[in-house]
C-alpha cells in the first residue's frame, strides 16, 4: 500500500513538472501576421526575454534562426540598431509561402552575466496577391531603421495616397524595403550623413497622369548614377515631410510600363531574363524562381579542376629569357669596351707632342708651345734659337725626327767672402 501511493506521488510531482513546461514553452511563443507581397517587420526587445532594464551598452545580443536550421530564410534579414538598442526582423514573404506557418527561433545573450535566454516567433502567412505596378525610389536622408516607425511610413502613403496616387488609396503598401548599403551603395564621407534607403510601394491600381508626367521629367536622368542635387516638381511635397529622394532611381515599374525604362541597357541579363518571362507563362516563371531559390550541392565530380603546368612554365620562362637577354647585352658591352680600351693605349706616330721652353727658373716662358706635327716646326727652329741666349733644343742623331728640349742651366749662387770689417 505504501509503495502504490509513493508511486502515485511520483507520477503526480512529473505530471506537475511536465505542466510547468509546457506554459512556460507556451508562454514563450509570440505570434506574428504577415501576408505575401508586403513588408513584415518585427522588433526584438528585452521584454520579450523578461529582462527589464539594460546596465551597459548593448547588453544584449540576439540571434533569430530558423527553427532546426542555422539561419534565416532568403527572403528575412536581421540587423541591430544602436539608436533604439533592439533588432529587427524585415521582409517580403514570397508566394510560395501562402497560407504555412514557419516558426522563428530567436536565442537573446545577456553580456552582463552570460544569461540566454530564447523564445520562439510562430509566423503565418496569409495569401495574397503581388501588386502589379510598383513605384521604386531612394531616400538619401533616412537610414533603415527609420522606416521602422508606423508613423514615417504612414507619411510616405499618405504622399501617394493623397495627392500623387489617388487610385492606390485602397490597397497601397509597402512591398520591399532595404539599406542603400546593402543594395550596393557606398558608405557617405561622414559618419553622421545617412546611408539611404530603397523603398518600394505597390498598389493594384493604375498609375496616375502625374506619376507618369513624373516619370517623363525625370527619364533623363537615368544615365547617371546619383543626382541629389536635382529638384523636380514635386520636391516641395516630399520635402515637407522629410524625404529626400534621389530622382535618379525614381521608377515605375508596372504591366504597362515601356521596357526601356526599366532597362537602360538592352544587353544586359536582366533585360534578356524578363523577356523570356514575359514569353513564358507565369507558371513557368514562378517554376524558374522557385528552382532558383533552392541552392543544390556540388558533387565531387562536378569540381573544377586547374592546371598548374602552364603557370610554372610562364612563371620560370619568362623571367629566364629575360636574364638571357639581359647577360647577352652585359657581355657585349663590356667585349667592345674591353677592345676600344686596347686600341687607344697605344698612341701613333701622328699624335702631337706639346713642347716649353725654360730659359730661368724666375722668368716666364720665352717661347710659345709648339707642335711637332706642325710642318713649320723645323723652320722656326732658328728664330727659337734666336730668341734664347743659349741653345735650347738640341738633337741627338740626325736621323732623329724629334726634338727634344735642354734642361735649364743650373745657376748656384755666388759667395764672397771679405777680410775685415766694412766701414
Same mark, same amino acid.
Given at each position: 500500500m505504501y509503495s502504490k501511493s509513493k508511486i502515485f506521488l511520483c507520477?503526480?510531482?512529473?505530471?506537475?513538472?511536465?505542466?510547468?513546461?509546457?506554459?512556460?514553452?507556451?508562454?514563450?511563443?509570440?505570434?506574428?501576421?504577415? /501576408?505575401?507581397?508586403?513588408?513584415?517587420? =518585427?522588433?526584438?526587445?528585452?521584454?520579450?526575454?523578461?529582462?527589464?532594464?539594460?546596465?551597459?551598452?548593448?547588453?544584449? &545580443?540576439?540571434?533569430?534562426?530558423l527553427k532546426s536550421y542555422p539561419d534565416l530564410p532568403s527572403w528575412?534579414?536581421? #540587423?541591430?540598431?544602436?539608436?533604439?538598442?533592439?533588432?529587427?526582423?524585415?521582409?517580403?514573404?514570397?508566394? &510560395?509561402?501562402?497560407?504555412?506557418?514557419?516558426?522563428?527561433?530567436?536565442?537573446?545573450?545577456?553580456?552582463?552575466?552570460?544569461?540566454?535566454?530564447? +523564445?520562439?516567433?510562430?509566423?503565418?502567412?496569409?495569401?495574397?496577391?503581388?501588386?502589379?505596378?510598383?513605384?521604386?525610389?531612394?531616400?538619401?536622408?533616412?537610414?533603415?531603421?527609420?522606416?521602422?516607425?508606423?508613423?514615417?511610413?504612414?507619411?510616405? &502613403?499618405?504622399?501617394?495616397?493623397?495627392?500623387?496616387?489617388?487610385?492606390?488609396?485602397?490597397?497601397?503598401?509597402?512591398? =520591399? #524595403?532595404?539599406?542603400?548599403?546593402?543594395? %550596393? %551603395?557606398?558608405?557617405?564621407?561622414?559618419?553622421?550623413?545617412?546611408?539611404?534607403?530603397?523603398?518600394?510601394l505597390g498598389s493594384f491600381a493604375k498609375f496616375s497622369d502625374r506619376?507618369?508626367?513624373?516619370?517623363?521629367?525625370?527619364?533623363?536622368?537615368?544615365?547617371?548614377?546619383?543626382?541629389?542635387?536635382?529638384?523636380?516638381?514635386?520636391?516641395?511635397?516630399?520635402?515637407?515631410?522629410?524625404?529626400?529622394?534621389?530622382? +535618379?532611381?525614381?521608377?515605375?515599374?508596372?504591366?504597362?510600363?515601356?521596357?526601356?525604362?526599366?532597362? @537602360?541597357?538592352?544587353?544586359?541579363?536582366?533585360?534578356?531574363?524578363?523577356?523570356?518571362?514575359?514569353?513564358?507563362?507565369?507558371?513557368?516563371? #514562378?517554376?524558374?524562381? &522557385?528552382?532558383?531559390?533552392?541552392?543544390?550541392?556540388?558533387?565531387?565530380?562536378?569540381?573544377?579542376?586547374?592546371?598548374?603546368?602552364?603557370?610554372?612554365? =610562364?612563371?620560370?620562362?619568362?623571367?629566364?629569357?629575360?636574364?638571357?637577354?639581359?647577360?647577352?647585352?652585359?657581355?657585349?658591352?663590356?667585349?667592345?669596351?674591353? @677592345?676600344?680600351?686596347?686600341?687607344?693605349?697605344?698612341?701613333?706616330?701622328?699624335?702631337?707632342?706639346? #713642347?716649353?721652353?725654360? /730659359?730661368?727658373?724666375?722668368?716666364?716662358?720665352?717661347?710659345?708651345?709648339?707642335?711637332?706635327?706642325?710642318?713649320? +716646326?723645323?723652320?722656326?727652329?732658328? /728664330?727659337?734659337? *734666336?730668341?734664347?741666349?743659349?741653345?735650347?733644343?738640341?738633337?741627338?742623331?740626325?736621323?732623329?725626327?724629334?726634338?727634344?728640349?735642354?734642361?735649364?742651366?743650373?745657376?748656384?749662387? *755666388?759667395?764672397?767672402?771679405?777680410?775685415?770689417?766694412?766701414?
Open positions: 507520477l503526480s510531482t512529473t505530471l506537475l513538472l511536465c505542466t510547468s513546461i509546457v506554459k512556460s514553452t507556451s508562454s514563450n511563443q509570440i505570434l506574428g501576421q504577415a /501576408s505575401v507581397g508586403e513588408l513584415y517587420t =518585427f522588433k526584438i526587445e528585452p521584454s520579450m526575454f523578461n529582462w527589464t532594464h539594460q546596465v551597459i551598452n548593448e547588453q544584449f &545580443r540576439y540571434t533569430p534562426s528575412m534579414r536581421y #540587423m541591430y540598431s544602436q539608436e533604439h538598442h533592439a533588432g529587427f526582423l524585415y521582409g517580403t514573404p514570397p508566394a &510560395r509561402l501562402a497560407s504555412k506557418k514557419i516558426i522563428l527561433e530567436i536565442i537573446a545573450l545577456n553580456k552582463q552575466n552570460y544569461e540566454t535566454r530564447h +523564445c520562439e516567433l510562430v509566423l503565418t502567412i496569409a495569401s495574397k496577391f503581388h501588386a502589379p505596378n510598383v513605384v521604386q525610389m531612394k531616400i538619401d536622408n533616412l537610414n533603415w531603421v527609420h522606416l521602422m516607425d508606423p508613423g514615417r511610413v504612414e507619411n510616405l &502613403r499618405n504622399i501617394f495616397r493623397k495627392d500623387l496616387w489617388p487610385e492606390s488609396e485602397p490597397d497601397l503598401s509597402l512591398v =520591399f #524595403m532595404e539599406s542603400a548599403i546593402n543594395m %550596393g %551603395g557606398r558608405l557617405p564621407l561622414r559618419p553622421q550623413q545617412h546611408e539611404g534607403v530603397i523603398v518600394h506619376l507618369n508626367q513624373l516619370q517623363e521629367e525625370v527619364r533623363p536622368l537615368y544615365k547617371l548614377p546619383s543626382c541629389t542635387y536635382k529638384r523636380t516638381s514635386v520636391q516641395k511635397i516630399f520635402e515637407n515631410v522629410g524625404f529626400k529622394l534621389d530622382w +535618379c532611381a525614381f521608377k515605375m515599374v508596372g504591366t504597362e510600363t515601356d521596357p526601356a525604362v526599366l532597362h @537602360h541597357n538592352h544587353d544586359s541579363e536582366s533585360f534578356k531574363a524578363n523577356n523570356a518571362n514575359k514569353v513564358m507563362g507565369q507558371s513557368e516563371a #514562378m517554376n524558374m524562381k &522557385r528552382r532558383a531559390d533552392r541552392w543544390h550541392g556540388m558533387a565531387r565530380d562536378e569540381v573544377p579542376t586547374r592546371n598548374y603546368i602552364d603557370e610554372f612554365a =610562364f612563371a620560370f620562362a619568362i623571367p629566364t629569357v629575360l636574364f638571357g637577354l639581359l647577360c647577352g647585352i652585359l657581355t657585349a658591352t663590356l667585349c667592345f669596351k674591353h @677592345h676600344k680600351f686596347y686600341k687607344d693605349s697605344y698612341p701613333t706616330t701622328s699624335s702631337t707632342v706639346q #713642347m716649353v721652353q725654360y /730659359s730661368d727658373t724666375n722668368s716666364q716662358p720665352v717661347t710659345t708651345l709648339k707642335s711637332l706635327k706642325d710642318p713649320n +716646326c723645323l723652320l722656326d727652329n732658328t /728664330s727659337v734659337r *734666336s730668341q734664347s741666349p743659349t741653345s735650347f733644343y738640341q738633337t741627338e742623331s740626325p736621323s732623329n725626327t724629334y726634338l727634344r728640349p735642354k734642361p735649364p742651366p743650373y745657376k748656384g749662387g *755666388s759667395l764672397t767672402r771679405t777680410s775685415g770689417v766694412d766701414i
